[in-house]
C-alpha cells in the first residue's frame, strides 16, 4: 500500500495559502493549515472541504512571530504524523510601520523567514530523502532592489518597505542556499522558492487607505487572482521536472500575473557567500543551528 502524502501549508486560511492548500488537497496530499487563528482556520478548512470533498485536512496552530509557537507546533506535527512530503512556507506578513514581534525582532523577518527557518529544521529529519520531498519558500518581486542590512538587521534605521524588501530577498537565499547545504550533504529532497507575482489578497490590508485603495482599483489589470498566484508554489511543490535551486513565477507584465515559469533573480540574490552570511546570522538569531539531519 503506498503512503499517504502529507503536506504543510503555513497561512493556509487565506490568499494564497488558501489556493495552495486546495490544490496539495487536489493533488491527494493530506495537507495540514498550519494557521495563527482557530476560527479562521476552521472556517477555511469547512470551505475547502466544501470545494475537495475527498480531500483530507488537518487544522493544526502556528504563530511564526514566535519561536516558542513554532516548537509547539513541530511538536504537535510529530505527535500526528510520522513523515512530511512538502513544506510550503507561504505565510506572510507586509508592515510598512514597524512592528516588533513579541521578542522584539523586526516583525517580518521574524515572520516571513526565521520562524519559517526554525520550522524547516524542526521538521526535516520527518522528510524522506527523496526528490518528491520538497521545501517551498515564498519570495516576491518586491525582493528586487531590496538589501540584506547585515548592520542594521531589524532596519530601524531604513524606511517602511525596506523591512518587508529584505524579509522577502531573506526567504529566496534561505530556500538557495537550504539546498546548497542539502546537495553538500548527499541529500536528494529539493529546496525551491517562488514567487506568486501579485494577487488582491490580505497582504494590503494594513497598507495607508490610499494605497490600500489604489491597489483595489489597479488589481484588476495588473495582477492575478490567488488561485493563479498558488500556481507557482504548487509547480515547485508537484511537478517532476523541477530541479533544486529553481525560483518560479508568473511569466507576464512584470512578472505580477501569467503563466508560470523561471522567475527573474535580483543581483541582491545572486551571491552564494550573501546567502551563507545571512544563513549564519539567521542560526544567531534563531539561537541555534539548522539541523539538516
Ligand atoms: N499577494 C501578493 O501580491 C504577494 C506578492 C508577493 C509575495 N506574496 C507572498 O505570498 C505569501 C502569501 O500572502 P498572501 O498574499 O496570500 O497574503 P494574506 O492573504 O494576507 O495571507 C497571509 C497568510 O499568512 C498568515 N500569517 C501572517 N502572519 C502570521 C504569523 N505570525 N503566523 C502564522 N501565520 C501568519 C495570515 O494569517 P491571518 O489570516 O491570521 O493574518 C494568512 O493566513 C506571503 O509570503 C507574501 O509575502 C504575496
Known amino acids: 500500500m503506498t503512503q499517504q502524502k502529507i ?107 526565521l520562524g519559517h527557518m526554525l520550522l524547516t529544521s524542526l521538521l526535516l529529519d520527518l522528510m524522506p530523502d527523496t526528490p518528491e520531498s520538497r521545501i517551498v519558500s515564498l519570495s516576491s518581486v518586491a525582493h528586487k532592489g531590496a538589501k540584506i542590512y547585515f548592520d542594521d538587521i531589524h532596519c530601524e534605521n531604513q524606511e517602511g518597505v525596506a523591512a518587508y524588501g529584505q524579509s522577502k530577498l531573506a526567504c529566496l537565499l534561505f530556500g538557495d542556499e537550504l539546498n546548497r547545504r542539502l546537495q553538500a550533504a548527499g541529500k536528494k529532497i529539493l529546496s525551491l522558492s517562488v514567487h506568486p507575482g501579485g494577487s488582491d489578497s490580505g497582504l494590503f490590508d494594513d497598507m495607508s487607505r490610499l494605497q490600500y485603495y489604489t491597489m483595489k482599483v489597479l488589481a484588476p489589470f495588473i495582477i492575478h487572482d490567488n488561485a493563479s498566484a498558488a500556481k507557482p508554489a504548487l509547480h515547485a511543490a508537484l511537478s517532476a521536472n523541477v530541479k533544486g535551486g529553481d525560483f518560479y513565477g508568473p511569466q507576464g507584465f512584470q512578472e505580477l500575473r501569467g503563466k508560470v515559469g523561471p522567475a527573474k533573480r535580483d543581483a541582491s540574490a545572486q551571491d552564494p557567500s550573501v546567502a551563507a552570511r545571512f544563513w549564519d546570522v539567521s542560526e544567531g538569531l534563531i539561537g541555534e543551528p539548522f539541523k539538516l539531519n
Open 7 to 113: 503536506a504543510i501549508v503555513t497561512g493556509a486560511n487565506n490568499g494564497i495559502g488558501f489556493e495552495t492548500a486546495i490544490g496539495m488537497a487536489e493533488a491527494g496530499y493530506h495537507t495540514v493549515l498550519a494557521c495563527r487563528n482557530e476560527a479562521k482556520g476552521e472556517a477555511a478548512m469547512v470551505e475547502m472541504q466544501l470545494r475537495v470533498p475527498d480531500g483530507q485536512f488537518t487544522l493544526l496552530l502556528l504563530d511564526l512571530s514566535d519561536f516558542a509557537s513554532v516548537r509547539d507546533f513541530a511538536a504537535a506535527f510529530r505527535s500526528q504524523f510520522e513523515h512530511l512530503d512538502v513544506l510550503i512556507n507561504n505565510a506572510g506578513v507586509l508592515d510598512y510601520s514597524g512592528r516588533k514581534a513579541g521578542n522584539g525582532y523586526e516583525l517580518q523577518l521574524m515572520t516571513n523567514h
